[in-house]
């Protein structure tokens, strides 16, 4: 401003001013109505050419193969080493119990457990429903462990030797069991792997079941193949299944099986990071914390030919589909074959539903028998409990018919039986 303008001349040079910020606020805002628009196809169109780019990075470029070819890859996979973090979610449809089925599994594994809380019997059990992550390495036949991660809390299961230890931290209990010999131990798969998972699948591939190639993957950062499992027959639970399979390794990085009925994923378990280095020795050495509670189980070659692994949940032998006396030594025997296979136990006790007094739940066994599902036929009457894969009819008198079949197809086997 001069030194000498009156105020009517400022005033006005100020109104002045102020009108030509308003046209060019004006003429920014008419300049938004296109710029603006431009910018946002400009963004679409930059975003839409990302698309090839982000697909091919999930979808990485291999050498064709064929299902067999690959399922002789996994076979002959001898991974020794390897470390990393596994996630899985587990969706089977059952009701909320309210807690109850901690109590269920609980009383299921009684007869094999010796009541602490780091034993594997029953701690893995919880791995059957909810999503967990778990941490996992393995050394050759004689080092694993598996850790359960929880919130403020661990449970670690290791095999190092002839020892096999289960630490749960929250109760600050140990269970220690022993290999009759670490030279000879057979190797121990980690629980709840992939692997694990697949392993027990291709077992029961035979005719009745479609196994094809579908495309490539990427899996906690590595090249993969993805196999795809489907039964031909009809009356089964089980949808499809989808092994992401290693390219280099054939060591199975992801396994997910979906219901015939749709939705999302009964079981779903991949690896999130994985390393195939050797881990380090110090991971499987383990000495029980100050204070904590150790409980003794028994010796490997008592009740289970494979070790305290197996006692953490994996079976020591898992026939294949189609044996009609394939599970005899478990004490019931098969009906069907492939897919539509269907497990009988008959357990002497009459009644359907187990009492109060018989499984020690009181009033649970009338609460169960409401979560059923009541059905009759030429063998009488039972009830079906259903779940998205897994099917049971137990009959009232005693016998039990287990399957990923559909109910109309357990009561046919108990007709027929």
Do not use: C
């Amino acid at each position: 401003m001069a030194p000498y303008e009156s105020d009517d001349s400022t005033g006005a040079a100020q109104a002045g001013e102020e009108l030509r910020d308003e046209l060019r606020a004006e003429r920014r805002r008419k300049a938004a109505r296109y710029v603006v628009p431009v910018a946002v196809v400009g963004v679409a169109a930059a975003t839409i050419g990302l698309v090839p780019a982000l697909a091919d990075s999930g979808d990485p470029d291999l050498p064709k193969t064929t299902a067999q070819e690959l399922i002789d890859k996994i076979a002959k996979s001898d991974v020794q080493q390897l470390s990393g973090t596994v996630k899985i979610s587990t969706d089977l449809g059952l009701p909320d119990l309210g807690g109850l089925e901690s109590s269920l599994m609980s009383g299921a594994t009684q007869g094999s457990g010796d009541g602490s809380s780091a034993d594997p019997t029953s701690k893995l059990t919880e791995l059957a429903s909810g999503t967990h992550t778990l941490r996992v390495a393995a050394d050759g036949p004689e080092k694993q462990k598996v850790s359960v991660l929880e919130s403020g809390a661990e449970y670690s299961l290791i095999h190092n030797g002839t020892d096999v230890w289960g630490y749960d931290s929250k109760s600050n209990e140990v269970y220690h069991s022993t290999v009759a010999d670490s030279g000879k131990a057979e190797q121990h798969e980690t629980p709840a792997t992939p692997k694990d998972f697949a392993d027990e699948v291709l077992k029961s591939v035979d005719d009745t079941t479609s196994v094809t190639v579908d495309g490539t993957a990427q899996v906690a950062g590595r090249d993969a193949y993805r196999l795809v499992i489907k039964p031909k027959q009809s009356g089964t639970t089980v949808g499809a299944i989808s092994i992401a399979v290693d390219a280099k390794t054939g060591t199975p990085l992801k396994f997910t099986l979906t219901p015939s009925s749709g939705g999302a994923a009964v079981v779903d378990a991949g690896y999130t990071q994985v390393s195939f280095a050797k881990p380090a020795a110090s991971i499987f050495n383990f000495t029980p914390p100050k204070g904590a509670k150790v409980t003794e189980g028994d010796k490997a070659g008592k009740d289970s030919k494979t070790g305290g692994l197996d006692k953490g949940g994996k079976a020591s032998e898992t026939p294949g589909h189609g044996s009609a006396k394939g599970l005899d030594k478990s004490g019931f025997d098969v009906l069907g074959k492939g897919w539509n296979s269907i497990a009988v136990l008959d357990t002497g006790s009459k009644g359907g539903v187990p009492t109060g007094s018989a499984s020690g739940g009181g009033d649970l066994s009338g609460f169960l028998g409401s979560l059923g599902d009541p059905v009759s036929g030429k063998f009488g009457k039972g009830t079906v409990f259903s779940t998205r894969l897994i099917n049971a009819l137990i009959t009232d008198d005693g016998k039990v018919y287990v399957g990923a079949v559909d109910k109309a197809a357990l009561v046919k086997a108990a007709n027929a039986g």
